[in-house]
């Protein structure tokens, strides 16, 4: 088993970094937060799990063990493959699902593109007690009373600066993708933030 990748990052994508190993570049599928840290030319380095499918291998990468862990834990319960557990931790940090499924919080669990109500309730019957304990105290990074950021907005904001554009070009793109962002939100969906970055990147590069 693979358990991590090292090397110098290649490329960068929305949904993806290249890392060079040993000369043969490595295909990472990641999420926005994580690609966020990156830069080309940098070194870095993914705790990753590899999917085996009749017809691919793919490898899927995190910040951390931890990541990796809830990753493969959420793909426990019946319906969650790769692409939905992913997508749960580009929603929700490992923590923030801990709590949700040790607090019977369906609403949390349905922010995530792909989960509806019911399936939020099969997911906290099955995942009971697999996930673990939260580490602590739930971390807004807000002070109180202030309303926080839409998580999309954080993400893509992180996606952006992490893909090179300055931090003044992720405002004004997250600007122009908002309207969008915010009708999906009315009709009771989870934006993409994989769909809004693809937007957004369109915005600049018109813009350049």
Same mark, same amino acid.
């Given at each position: 088993?693979?358990?991590f990748?090292?090397?110098t990052?290649a490329?960068?994508?929305?949904?993806?970094a290249?890392?060079?190993?040993?000369?043969?570049?490595?295909?990472?599928q990641?999420t926005p937060n994580t690609?966020?840290?990156f830069r080309?030319g940098? #070194? %870095?380095? !993914? +705790? =990753?799990?590899l999917?085996v499918?009749e017809?691919?291998?793919?490898?899927? *990468?995190f910040?951390?063990d931890?990541e990796r862990?809830v990753f493969?834990?959420l793909q426990?319960a019946?319906?969650?493959?790769p692409?939905?557990? #992913? %997508?749960? !931790? +580009? =929603?929700?940090?490992p923590?923030?699902?801990r709590?949700?499924?040790a607090? *019977?919080?369906?609403?949390t669990l349905?922010?995530v593109p792909?989960?509806?109500k019911?399936g939020?309730?099969?997911l906290?019957l099955e995942l009971a007690?697999r996930?673990?304990?939260?580490a602590?105290?739930?971390?807004t990074?807000?002070?109180a009373?202030a309303?926080?950021p839409a998580?999309w907005?954080?993400?893509?904001?992180?996606?952006l600066?992490g893909?090179g554009y300055?931090?003044?070009?992720?405002e004004?793109?997250i600007?122009a993708?908002?309207?969008?962002?915010?009708?999906a939100?009315?009709?009771g969906?989870a934006?993409?933030?994989?769909?809004?970055?693809?937007?957004a990147?369109?915005t600049?590069?018109?813009a350049?």
């Open positions: 088993m693979i358990a990748v090292s090397g990052v490329a960068l994508a929305p949904d993806a290249v890392v060079e190993v040993g000369g043969v570049g490595m295909a990472v990641c690609l966020s840290a080309i940098r #070194q %870095a380095r !993914l +705790a =990753v799990s999917v499918r017809d691919s291998l793919t490898l899927y *990468g910040a951390d931890d862990q493969e834990l426990t019946s319906g969650v493959g692409r939905l557990a #992913q %997508a749960m !931790l +580009a =929603v929700h940090t923590d923030a699902l709590r949700a499924v607090q *019977g919080d369906e609403k349905t922010a792909g989960i509806g019911r939020a309730q099969r906290l007690g996930l673990g304990e939260p602590g105290a739930a971390e990074g807000h002070p009373g309303a926080a998580p907005s954080e993400q893509l904001r992180a996606a600066v893909l300055s931090a003044h070009e992720a004004e793109a600007a993708v908002t309207p969008a962002a915010e009708a939100a009315a009709d969906a934006p993409r933030v994989s769909q809004l970055l693809r937007a990147l369109r600049l590069n018109r350049r």
